[in-house]
């Protein structure tokens, strides 16, 4: 396979990885806030996240690490993306505590 090619796909596959695995994130806290038991939710989605993050790069990496870079620039652009879209519109924005005026 063309050099330039496997290193475009390691690329794709972080960013499909981080997609996953920060997606997969966003959902857990949607409906394990709600669940009864919530626990449950957290650690299993941990699990099956990291399990598959780790997997995808261990089989993406085969030794060599310029793939292995890549496909981790993937996987945190991905993370940049999914907290862009996942981000509260203004009007669901918390607002900043105001401070205390000290009267003295």
């Given at each position: 396979m063309n050099e330039t090619l496997s290193l475009a796909l390691a690329f794709a596959t972080?960013?499909?990885?981080?997609?996953?695995?920060?997606?997969?994130?966003?959902?857990?806290?949607?409906?394990?806030?709600?669940?009864?038991?919530?626990?449950?939710?957290?650690?299993?989605?941990?699990?099956?996240?990291?399990?598959?993050?780790?997997?995808?790069?261990?089989?993406?990496?085969?030794?060599?690490?310029?793939?292995?870079?890549?496909?981790?620039?993937?996987?945190?652009?991905?993370?940049?993306?999914?907290?862009?879209?996942?981000?509260?519109?203004?009007?669901?924005?918390?607002?900043?505590?105001?401070?205390?005026?000290?009267?003295?």
């Amino acid at each position: 396979m063309n050099e330039t090619l496997s290193l475009a796909l390691a690329f794709a596959t972080g960013v499909a990885l981080g997609a996953i695995f920060f997606g997969g994130l966003w959902w857990t806290i949607q409906k394990g806030g709600s669940s009864q038991q919530p626990a449950l939710w957290f650690f299993g989605s941990f699990l099956l996240r990291t399990s598959i993050a780790l997997a995808g790069f261990y089989s993406i990496g085969r030794g060599h690490w310029e793939r292995l870079l890549l496909c981790l620039a993937g996987f945190v652009m991905a993370r940049l993306v999914v907290t862009w879209l996942t981000r509260p519109s203004k009007e669901n924005r918390p607002r900043p505590a105001q401070e205390a005026s000290r009267a003295s």
